[in-house]
Structures are given as C-alpha cells and as structure tokens.
C-alpha cells in the first residue's frame, strides 16, 4: 500500500498554520507590530483562498512596504520551521492495524527538506516500510511522474499490479499511478485543499472512500475476489 502524505495522512493546515506563525515572528520583528495580529491577517487570507502570493498580499493589505527579499525571507521561515504535527485519527489507526502485515510505502511531493521535517514530526519514519520525496529526483518528477511511484515500488519489491496508491487530490494522485497499473483510492476529508474539487475526466480514482477506516475491509474483500479469480 503506497500512501500520499499532506492531507491524506494529516492535515496539511496545521503545517500551513505553523508556518504562518514563524513568518508572523519574523515580519513582527521586522515591522515592530504582533506578532499574533500579523498571523491573523495571514491566516485570514490562507482561510479566504488566497494561495501562493500571500506574504504579497498581507503586506500590501496592511500598507506595509516590503521588497523581493522580504518575501524570500518570510516564505523562508514558513518552509524551514519545525512542524509539529499529528495523523488524522483513521491514519493513525490503518498504520496500527495493517503494519506489518501489509508492506506500507510513502510517496510524497513537495520541498524534498520541508516533507522530511513533516515525515519526522509525525514519526511516520518508524511507520513505513519505505520513503521516497519525488523532489530527490527534480522538480520535473513531482507527480504524476511515474518516476517516483517505480522508485518506492522498486524499494518495496512490489509489481505495480499488486499496488494500491491511497491519495486526496485529484489533480496529480492517481493519473500517473494508474498510468503504472495500480489500484488507486481516493481519500476524500472536508476541509481539506481538495475535499470539495471534482476530478476532471481521466483523473478520476479506481475508487473513493471518505475515511480510512475503510481501508483494511477494502484490501481484506479485494484480497478474496483475487483468490476467487485465481
Ligand atoms: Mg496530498
């Protein structure tokens, strides 16, 4: 079982929320204001929508001027702080219960140092059988690379086709995943970053589910229609 990390495993706001926080810190210094109002103003524009130019946004919002090298710095300290995180309850509970029986890979995208300090916040690395940061092969093998699943499935000793990948967006998750023949499913949560987007034709998951909980029934059935066909 392969499984994607930001907002299938944790909630990837918390991560967000704590970098906020740690450029609030910087820019308070900076500005001589709160700390905690600049990370209100920031988490305002995070919960309104606002993605990718928000220290930009903030700032011209609040009348403050600010130039390239204070954007840099900030998105700086929101990328390096030490997250401290906590798995969903379910994902909590599906590692307890399918570790060591079935062998469970992570496969992340993203900053290759900033999901290895996530990985670490959340001990997944005592978890998992294996690990591998798409970003440790360029930013050109994020997914859907198909680089990146052959890389974890090589680790794993696993063929694709005895493969399940567990994921939340229907952007990038499952494309490249079945592309390589496995079996994907689709970890569906509100208030996440894709709960509520639809996937486009020819990015659909094999499947959906809206709790991990699901999973272990899913694999235990899946498992005996396989014997049957056999
Ligand atoms: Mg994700």
């Known amino acids: 079982m392969l499984l994607d990390l930001d907002d299938t495993l944790y909630p990837e706001r918390e ?3 704590g970098g906020f926080r740690a450029a609030a810190a910087v820019l308070a210094e900076r500005l001589s204001r709160s700390a905690d109002e600049l990370f ?11 993605r990718g130019s928000i220290f930009d946004t903030v700032l011209a919002e609040l009348n403050v001027l600010y130039d ?6 900030l998105v700086r300290a929101y990328r ?16 307890e219960l399918l570790w060591p ?12 140092e900033m ?16 690990i591998v940061y798409s970003d440790d092969f360029g930013r050109e093998h994020w997914k859907p690379s198909p680089i990146p699943y052959l890389e974890l499935l090589r680790k794993m000793l696993v063929d694709p086709s005895r493969a399940v990948y567990v994921g939340d967006n229907p952007k990038k998750d499952f494309i490249g995943a079945r592309r390589l023949g496995l079996q994907t499913i689709r970890i569906r949560r509100p208030d996440t ?5 639809d996937a486009q034709p020819g990015f659909e998951s094999d499947h959906e589910i809206t709790s991990l909980d699901l999973l272990p029934d899913w694999l235990a059935a899946n498992e005996r229609s396989e014997r049957h066909a056999a």
């Open 68 to 73: 390239d090298a204070l954007i840099a710095e």
């Open 80 to 95: 390096s702080h030490e997250p401290q995180l906590r798995l969903f309850e379910d994902a909590d509970r599906l590692l």
């Open 101 to 112: 029986r079935y062998g469970i890979g992570l496969l992340t995208d993203g900053i290759a």
């Open 15 to 17: 991560f967000a929320r």
């Open 115 to 130: 999901q290895r300090r996530k990985v670490k916040s959340l001990g997944l690395q005592h978890r998992v059988e294996a």
């Open 40 to 50: 209100e103003s920031l988490w305002h524009a995070f919960e309104r929508g606002v």
């Open 193 to 197: 970053e894709h709960g509520h987007l």
